[in-house]
C-alpha cells in the first residue's frame, strides 16, 4: 500500500477577480473549491492512475470532515487522525493577473497526536510507500519527519521525502528511495544559485553521498535529471504548451515517479511518467486528470542517459 502524510491538510478556496484593490470591498468573478495540501496531492494523482493510496494525516473540524469527504469521493481512502480542538485550515488563493495566497496556520498538532500518528505509521509493514510531502507546520514539532523515519528504520519502506532546507537534510541519513528538491530548494541548501546542468550535478551529488538513494531534481519548465540508485543519470524530455497551473506539478511529478518504479522497476521509465505528471498539471486548470496525462505521455520523448554519477 502506497501511504501519503499530510500533517496540515487545507480546504483551498480559489477566488478569481478582475482585479483586487486592497482595501475595499471587492467581487469575485468565479470561485472554486479544492482541497489541498502535498500528500493529498500525490493521493490524487495516484488515483488517476488507478493506484491505491491511504491518506495519512491530521483533520480538524467540520473542514477536516469535508476534507475527508472529498478524499473519499475521489476514491483515496482515508486513515486520518482527528483532532479534538481547532478546525483544519481554509487557504485563500486570490487570482486577477497575478496569484497571491494567504496560507493560514491550522490547527495545533500537540505530543499526543503525534504520538496517535506514529502508532498508526508503526503498523506498515515491509514493502509500503510512505510519501512525507511538504515542510513541517510551524503547529507540530519541527522534527516530526525523522522521528518518523527513525521509528521505522527497521522495516523495509520505499519512503519519499518532498520538504526543504533542513529538514530535507536531516532525513537523508535515514536513507529515503526518493527525494524531489526543485531548483530553487536546491540553491537554498547549498547558498548557491543552480543556474548550469553542472552546479546541479556537483549539488544532487552531495545528496546522496548524505544518503539519498534517487535524487529527482525538477526543474520547472526545463524539465527534469535523475540522479538514480543504479549509478546512472537521466534527463527528461519537455513539452512546451501554455501553462495554465504550476502549482502541485511537482507532487504530480513525485506521484508519477513512484507510479512508474512500482510498475517497470524502470527509473528511466518512472522519470518519464513522473515528468509527464507534472507538464499534465501545469498544463491543467488543477491537477491533471488521467486523460491529460496520457495524453502528454503519447508525445512526451523518451529520456536520456546522460551520464554516470
Ligand atoms: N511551466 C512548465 N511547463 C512545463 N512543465 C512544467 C512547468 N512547470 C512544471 N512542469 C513540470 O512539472 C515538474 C515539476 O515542476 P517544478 O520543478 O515546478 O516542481 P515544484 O517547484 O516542486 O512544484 P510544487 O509547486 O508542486 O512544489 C517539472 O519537472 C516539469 O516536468
Ligand atoms: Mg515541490
Not at 109 to 133: F, P, Q, Y
Not at 264 to 293: E, H, M, Q, V
Not at 294 to 309: A, H, K, M, N, S
Request: with cysteine.
Amino acid at each position: 500500500m502506497i501511504y501519503t502524510l499530510t500533517l496540515n491538510p487545507s480546504i483551498d478556496y480559489l477566488v478569481q477577480m478582475d482585479h483586487f484593490i486592497p482595501g475595499i470591498t471587492n467581487r469575485t468573478i468565479d470561485e472554486m473549491v479544492d482541497i489541498g495540501g502535498k500528500g493529498i496531492n500525490v493521493s490524487c494523482i495516484l488515483a488517476q492512475l488507478g493506484l491505491d493510496t491511504t491518506a495519512l494525516g491530521f483533520t480538524a473540524g467540520f473542514t477536516g470532515e469535508e476534507i475527508e469527504r472529498q478524499l473519499q469521493v475521489k476514491g483515496i481512502r482515508t486513515d486520518m487522525i482527528r483532532l479534538k480542538q481547532g478546525m483544519s485550515r481554509i487557504n485563500i488563493k486570490l487570482r486577477d493577473s497575478v496569484e497571491s495566497e494567504i496560507n493560514v496556520r491550522g490547527p495545533w498538532i500537540d505530543s499526543e497526536d503525534m504520538e496517535r500518528l506514529m502508532s498508526k505509521i508503526m503498523t506498515l509493514s515491509d514493502g509500503d510507500t510512505l510519501v512525507m510531502a511538504g515542510s513541517v507546520p510551524g503547529t507540530a514539532a519541527e522534527d516530526t519527519y525523522e522521528k518518523i523515519l527513525k521509528a521505522l528504520k527497521g522495516k523495509k519502506l520505499r519512503i519519499v521525502v518532498d520538504t526543504a532546507n533542513q529538514q530535507l537534510l536531516n532525513c537523508l541519513s535515514y536513507h529515503p528511495f526518493l527525494i524531489k528538491p526543485n531548483r530553487q530548494e536546491l540553491s537554498e541548501l547549498f547558498h548557491t544559485d543552480v543556474n548550469s546542468e553542472q552546479i546541479t550535478q556537483q549539488c544532487a551529488r552531495k545528496l546522496i553521498e548524505y544518503g539519498a538513494e534517487n535524487v529527482l531534481v525538477s526543474l520547472g519548465s526545463d524539465g527534469a535529471v535523475l540522479f538514480a540508485a543504479d549509478g546512472k543519470i537521466y534527463r527528461s524530455g519537455v513539452l512546451k504548451e501554455p501553462v495554465l497551473n504550476a502549482v502541485g506539478a511537482g507532487d504530480s511529478m513525485v506521484a508519477g515517479f513512484i507510479a512508474g518504479f512500482e510498475g517497470t522497476g524502470d527509473y528511466a521509465a518512472a522519470l518519464r511518467l513522473g515528468t509527464a505528471c507534472g507538464n499534465a498539471t501545469a498544463f491543467s486548470r488543477g491537477l491533471a486528470d488521467y486523460a491529460k496525462i496520457t495524453d502528454v505521455l503519447d508525445r512526451l520523448p523518451q529520456c536520456q542517459l546522460i551520464g554516470e554519477i
